[in-house]
C-alpha cells in the first residue's frame, strides 16, 4: 500500500513536470516569434539608417 502510494505521488510529480514542460515550450516558442520580429524591426532601421546615410553623403558632395 505504502508502495502504491509512492507510485501516485510520483505519478502526480510527473504530470506536473510534463505541464511544466509545455508551459516552458510555449513561452520558448513566442519568445522565438519575439526574437524573429525584432530582427526584422532592426533589418528595417539599418536599412532606413543606410538610406538616410546615403542621401546625407549624397547632399555633401553636390
Do not use: P, W, Y
Not at 510555449?26 to 532601421?45: F, G, R, S, T
Amino acid at each position: 500500500d505504502n508502495l502504491s502510494k509512492q507510485l501516485e505521488i510520483t505519478n502526480v510529480k510527473l504530470k506536473t513536470e510534463s505541464l511544466n514542460l509545455n508551459l516552458l515550450q510555449e513561452q520558448c516558442a513566442e519568445l522565438d516569434k519575439e526574437k524573429n520580429i525584432m530582427i526584422i524591426e532592426v533589418e528595417a532601421l539599418h536599412t532606413d539608417f543606410n538610406g538616410r546615410l546615403a542621401l546625407l553623403d549624397s547632399e555633401i558632395n553636390t
